[in-house]
């Protein structure tokens, strides 16, 4: 029933190895050790006297004693109701903040509450201390009570029920338990007993917790669904691919954990949902910190596993935790959003993947993405550096925000995608939603950068003859185009567009503008004569190995002949917006599969359409924009036996190389959230129209609605996707 | 007069040497290099030809040529006045922004201003662009104006003078000048010529500059003073020492923007004052980015220089960027405010060292310091860990918020003193002054641990013989207990404690307290009984080798007999409030030197004494706090010789080691900005009693008031200043 602590000294500071020691003792500035760490412990003292004591032993026979702790974990009793945490795969007790949990504790004799006197004891990390929430004794008599509510539910012979009830303040993680007898010599307490160790996590359910979240569904979807849907490809032609969250896998909650004590972050802070997710948003990219995951979008992906081949979560954070903070390899936004989310809904905080379309980057948070087109209108790649990716995910997590005025809780955006050109931005977030689509970006932290993401305009310059620039044309609509996020709790898309902008073109959306210039943003405010001439490329939908015919679509707004000479470019780009490999047009023509485009795919095969030209008769410039995203195949996953928790199943995951060449050392990936754990399987050579079947068995864990997700990847083909959906009956 | 960049392809990435790289190309990630040194020069074409040229050179000659460019640099000439940037020790012309600057062409005929089409180029960075503000035209003709404005001043003959008038928002940094023609087949520029590179600086002299700062005297102080005054010791027992920042020194410019270099910051964002005081706030301090200063402070410097030794700026920042980025070691507070000072005068950014007695600290800012006594009121070191700096350096530095509503502008709080339990932070600022004052510490960046640092309540807990914690005294009034910085102008004190804070106890007082709750900042709010009885401790002028008394002074205010169990505990502290060795007094006693306190003393001699007790009659309990500076000898320094420039002179530093033990290991360092660079002598040992004189000659640089300033420093005897005034002659 004490603060106790590890008694260290300052310890003297040890001469470094090298000659310009970067790291130095922090004796003398700081006191103690850092208490950052929910896996170690500090030493609990079983006997803590209250002063001298008597030579011999304590007479402590005459004083209660304890028998047993039971922390009723087991999957019929109390605690596994109402805090929904039945889904963790965990040995230990699992609750919620706020909301009571019981434990039994069977003393030696009858317990008299006039006499004895007893603490149930909390304590988390190396040094509690009762005033950082580190150390919290609950006392079972109304008349005495801590920051944390105790009250005696039932006694029965010896054993008493004990109800306690946390503080929605306090610290997430894992707890150890002690019971602390009061003593006229000093406090006699249990000895450690690890399965008597309990998780406190956030509590969506509860008004009290700043994470509370006043909708059912919504909090089934975003706290307790694992499986989600990511978006991509382009805001007029969407694909998406499954992701299995896995947030109740067994291991996750530890790796969840562990990437706060990685970060040094202080048990002191953890209780803090702003802070926690601010940690997290740095902590999962290896920029700086060693995080969680190393991005990379070179193409290169020897040394790893690709970031489109991923299927889930769980492996990554297994590898990470399970290699002691070894950043893996490798990843782009959706993988670092994905894992983000499964960090979110594991500690309970409503968390939710979101695709941005067109998403204005590395422009430091100005509000212009700058084109340069040559004298003749045609796009000057060289000179063209702002990259505009065709679209960006992040994630939105729930919570109120006390650090802000009303007005801004809600959903936040978080984004581990570490942001290169953004000085040292290698975190980001919490950004209130709300005050991103009121232009309210003068609040902490990063909104100005969230604002720039959807709201950017697009400048295009004609270059002169003497090297100035000139403003052609400025599109405002084209950056942020639509925001998506999965639905609640069916599989359909979701767009989330308004949450971030007023609609385009209204006086709300003009004010807005207004203010975040206000904040400093800067803006093109050239005003140019409408073009009377439009020009458009419409959508098509290709897939790969097909060829194509890109037209371009002419309005003429003018009651006279228009002459336009117009370029249109073609470039192969990474999702990132950045040109590949170049194919080149002048003006409309077909697209050959194997002539233009076979060859110079990179993994997420978009092709970039630019076209540009001039009106003779006017001077003015048109432009048009398009992305056209190849469609892959898709592998077709069957799943056959008898669908029910413990029978074995057998699953099989087909793939034809539709190509006129071999893909070489393909790798596949499964798992099936509650079904299967993840597994891989190599093909070193699949030749032209070849197919290939891999099987797999697998005996369902749970019962349920829950799918198998599958990705093929290789060096000439990636992002291959494929899911089937099963229920799993009891 | 072209946007001219390294026209480089994306390179492909190269296999990483590990087997889990860290680092990995951005191919695919971002569209050609990153922009982000001031060093690196991109490639500019002598000749751009505007198209395909016919075969053989084209016939230049008879377009207009350029002979000469000069931009009038030299001490008396046009560019010298206005600037406020004379004092430079350079080869290069520096400016302010927005202030017009003047260069001369000479053409090898007669410019006709009709025919001839030709701008000055500015260049900066490896891969200039118009749109990002590293490529700027500056254009003659009235007609023609790119964001600096042009015109011609005078023409004579061949040479014509050009003015030159930057944007207010443009980068900060080293430019490269061109002259470009226009010829009707390309352009035609001048061949780079180092000797025509200018820097750049803020402007605070410019209303348009977001730096401005409406006071001659201030800006005298705050950007054009060499020499400071940084305050130390006790809010009631002052002590100060003198520093050369040096921002004139040669080389120290150019450190300052490799600083940023280092930062990896993108030149476009150079222009910014808000994000170049945040990324310097960083990168001052070694942590997570190879910054300029490593702390340490644990009294062990065996392998760098201690911090209290230094006596200025410029040795750190030429040793940092004459290393290419290697961390300096080793600083403490001061030392981290006193070199970022030199880095915001150095750019032309008004800063000032300030320091807040009693600063709360590595609270996580909330605003509750915890002391822990025992039942009986004695204190509980161990349990006990905040820690309160008993003074804390940061910087100030003043500007406009564009990122902020009205009214947050002037000075800003910047401090890059790493702060070890905050999560990641190792950035402070800026935060805004009047925000922190105010309570609205919802904006960016930091405000509430600024907060706290100058508003946290200190807490005694009585612990309870079952564990638990009750608070019996909160002492609202300890922390932020004053803030000073250097008078303008002039070498006395100024409090800006008002800056800060309302006073305490006032309405205004308790309504800022009441918003920074609002914005979650948690404060005790036990109401207590007035204690009847109040203790405290007297200020003491104490000499190193003084044996001294410690005396309480009670003032009973009730009418009745009250008795006290008084402990008084005195501990050799830190300037941190870590303990070192503990000098334990029961009650009120005398403190000998020998045997009390002299092996005991750590560098900055401070004994800080608590009392705590308990009054008999009434239960209550009472404390008093108070440090005690244990002040050190003071080193002799005296100048001989004509104060003129360019003569010689003698200047001699004297020193008797006062004790009855040996001196080992001696280090003097000496400096005065100006008139010498610094110095440094070593003794291998000064035996008691015996008195050493170190001379040196110099030749004065410049006429001025300036300073000689000296320091004297071994293991055990440290922060031993001295300093001599003196006016050179011109």
Request: some cysteine; charged content about 25%.
């Amino acid at each position: 029933m004490a603060d106790q602590e590890a008694r260290e000294n300052p310890t003297p500071a040890a001469p470094p190895a090298a000659a310009r020691p970067k790291r130095v003792s922090h004796r003398g500035r700081t006191a103690g050790a850092k208490v950052s760490s929910n896996q170690q412990e500090g030493k609990v003292e079983e006997f803590e006297p209250f002063m001298l004591l008597p030579r011999g032993p304590p007479p402590l026979k005459e004083f209660l004693d304890i028998w047993d702790v039971d922390v009723l974990k087991r999957p019929q009793e109390i605690n596994k109701q109402g805090h929904h945490t039945h889904l963790y795969s965990s040995d230990f007790l699992i609750v919620r903040r706020t909301l009571e949990f019981q434990i039994k504790i069977t003393f030696d004799r009858p317990y008299k509450p006039a006499e004895d006197k007893f603490a149930v004891e909390f304590v988390i990390g190396p040094s509690p201390q009762y005033s950082k929430g580190t150390y919290i004794p609950v006392f079972p008599s109304e008349e005495r009570q801590s920051v944390w509510r105790g009250r005696i539910v039932e006694t029965s012979d010896n054993v008493v029920t004990m109800g306690i009830t946390t503080s929605p303040e306090c610290i997430v993680g894992k707890y150890m338990i002690y019971i602390g007898v009061v003593t006229p010599y000093g406090i006699r307490r249990t000895r450690r007993d690890p399965s008597t160790d309990i998780y406190i996590l956030f509590n969506p359910w509860s008004p009290a917790d700043p994470v509370f979240l006043d909708d059912e569904e919504e909090r089934e979807e975003c706290v307790m669904n694992e499986l989600g849907i990511i978006y991509h490809g382009a805001y007029d032609d969407v694909s998406e691919r499954a992701w299995n969250y896995g947030q109740f896998e067994f291991g996750v909650l530890d790796a969840c954990l562990f990437i706060m004590d990685k970060a040094d972050m202080p048990l002191s802070n953890r209780g803090d949902v702003i802070k926690v997710t601010r940690v997290a948003s740095a902590m999962l990219n290896s920029r700086d910190d060693d995080g969680v995951l190393v991005g990379n979008w070179s193409g290169d992906y020897t040394y790893g596993v690709p970031p489109t081949s991923w299927t889930g979560s769980v492996e990554i954070l297994l590898d990470y935790a399970g290699s002691r903070g070894t950043p893996v390899c490798y990843a782009q936004c959706w993988v670092y959003a994905a894992v983000f989310n499964t960090f979110l809904r594991c500690l309970g905080i409503p968390g939710r993947v979101v695709t941005n379309f067109f998403s204005a980057h590395d422009n430091d948070g100005n509000l212009k993405m700058d084109i340069i087109l040559d004298e003749n209108g045609k796009l000057d790649r060289n000179r063209t550096k702002d990259s505009i990716w065709n679209y960006h995910c992040w994630n939105e997590c729930f919570m109120a925000r006390s650090d802000l005025p009303p007005g801004f809780g809600g959903w936040q955006v978080v984004d581990a995608t570490p942001q290169e050109t953004s000085d040292g931005m290698f975190r980001c977030g919490p950004a209130s939603v709300a005050a991103v689509k009121h232009g309210q970006i003068c609040y902490p932290f990063d909104a100005p950068f969230v604002f720039a993401e959807v709201n950017s305009d697009v400048i295009f310059y004609r270059r002169q003859k003497d090297g100035t620039l000139e403003v052609v044309k400025v599109n405002p609509t084209h950056v942020g185009r639509m925001v998506l996020t999965k639905a609640v709790l069916h599989d359909g898309r979701r767009d989330i567009t308004d949450q971030y902008k007023f609609p385009e073109g209204s006086p709300e959306e003009r004010r807005v503008l207004e203010k975040a210039e206000e904040f400093g943003c800067q803006r093109e405010k050239a005003s140019l004569p409408q073009s009377d001439v439009e020009v458009e490329i419409p959508t098509l939908d290709v897939r790969v190995g097909d060829n194509f015919d890109v037209t371009l679509q002419f309005k003429n707004h003018s009651d006279q002949r228009r002459t336009a000479d117009v370029y249109v470019t073609g470039t192969v780009v990474y999702y990132t917006g950045v040109p590949s490999a170049e194919v080149v047009f002048k003006t409309p023509k077909s697209v050959k599969y194997d002539v233009d485009y076979m060859h110079k795919l990179v993994e997420q095969a978009n092709i970039h359409f630019i076209t540009t030209g001039k009106i003779k008769e006017t001077g003015q410039i048109i432009t048009a924009m398009k992305v056209i995203t190849i469609h892959n195949p898709k592998l077709i996953v069957k799943v056959t036996g008898s669908p029910r928790v413990s029978e074995e199943m057998y699953v099989s995951v087909e793939f034809t190389n539709p190509f006129k060449f071999n893909l070489e050392n393909v790798h596949l990936r499964m798992e099936g959230p509650g079904i299967m754990p993840f597994k891989r399987k190599q093909y070193s050579l699949i030749a032209p129209g070849t197919s290939i079947t891999w099987t797999e068995t697998f005996s369902p864990r749970r019962a349920g609605s829950t799918k198998l997700i599958a990705s093929l990847d290789c060096a000439a083909l990636r992002q291959v996707y494929g899911e089937t959906e099963l229920t799993i009956q009891q």
